[in-house]
Nanobody, 121 residues
Framework: QVQLVESGGGLVQPGGSLRLSCAAS????????MGWYRQAPGKQRELVAG???????KYADSVKGRFTISSVNAKNTWYLQMNDLKPEDTAVYYC???????????????WGQGTQVTVSS
């Protein structure tokens, strides 16, 4: 099993920045892909960004050029740097992990508890 813990959410004004962190523990040897999903009120969860252990990344069109996913220590910790935040970025953000990159893009098996990001003036 893999346990994921997010941190770094909060309230920020439009145009501001936040960095989310995810720390993994447990069977981290099984992780080969890491990512972030989000769910806004009344909407379905959506993939925000994913990264493979080889550095392949994928972003939602709505965040390209503004958000950056990165990882350190191979599979222990990863981040989501969010710049130029917009009110429509308001959501609960979840860090995710999977063994296969394809699973990360569709239905990752491991999820954190979520952290709230609110973009408002």
């Amino acid at each position: 099993q893999v346990q994921l813990v997010e941190s770094g959410g909060g309230l920020v004004q439009p145009g501001g920045s936040l960095r989310l962190s995810c720390a993994a523990s447990g069977s981290i040897f099984s992780i080969n892909a890491m990512g972030w999903y989000r769910q806004a009120p009344g909407k379905q969860r959506e993939l925000v960004a994913g990264i493979s252990s080889g550095g392949v990344t994928k972003y939602a069109d709505s965040v390209k050029g503004r958000f950056t996913i990165s990882s350190v220590n191979a599979k222990n910790t990863w981040y989501l740097q969010m710049n130029d935040l917009k009110p429509e970025d308001t959501a609960v953000y979840y860090c995710t992990a999977s063994t296969y990159y394809s699973d990360m893009l569709r239905s990752p098996p491991y999820w954190g508890q979520g952290t709230q990001v609110t973009v408002s003036s």
